[in-house]
């Protein structure tokens, strides 16, 4: 789980942003090489890297695996509609703390929060989801089964860019 950050806005200039990007594509790469895309020593991006790390902006650096090499796989995504006095946030703390729950998020609109889980099989999915659906402050759930899942990940650098001009 990815620890709650204060939610402090951090002015990014353009050399941040471009080092953000280019991490984002390959966090592997080298500060020198880095560093000749950016145009700055790649002493100043590890110091860059440094502040970045420390004041939060970057919470961690992961590993993204083609499950689908790995083993069989089923992911699917669960719209969960709360009793009326429940606390989403609190739902979705709880939520993500299960083995099989990779992501959560609270909601506007008809349902409180939205899952993403992943396991071996459909029937895995099926146990996680009636559990959850046991909670005394869960009212319904809706499950999608993804068929088909495609990463994002060659626009890294603009999704980093726009979000810093917003």
């Given at each position: 789980m990815i620890p709650a950050l204060p939610r402090t806005v951090h002015k990014l200039d353009t050399y941040d942003r471009?080092?953000?990007?280019?991490?984002?594509?390959?966090?592997?790469?080298?500060?020198?090489?880095?560093?000749?895309?950016?145009?700055?020593?790649?002493?100043?991006?590890?110091?860059?890297?440094?502040?970045l790390l420390s004041s939060g902006v970057i919470v961690r650096f992961t590993t993204i695996v083609a499950h689908e090499k790995v083993g069989p796989v089923a992911e699917a995504y669960v719209l969960i509609k709360l009793q009326t006095n429940a606390d989403a946030r609190k739902f979705v703390r709880r939520a993500v703390k299960l083995a099989n729950v990779r992501e959560g998020s609270q909601l506007t609109g008809r349902f409180d929060s939205l899952l993403r889980v992943r396991a071996k099989d459909n029937d895995t999915i099926a146990d996680l989801v009636n559990r959850i659906r046991g909670w005394p402050e869960v009212d319904s759930a809706e499950t999608m089964i993804a068929q088909h899942r495609q990463r994002h990940v060659a626009g890294a650098r603009d999704a980093i860019k726009e979000s810093s001009d917003a």
């Open positions: 471009d080092i953000l990007g280019s991490l984002a594509e390959d966090a592997r790469r080298s500060s020198a090489a880095i560093a000749e895309d950016v145009n700055l020593s790649p002493t100043a991006v590890r110091r860059r890297i440094a502040a």
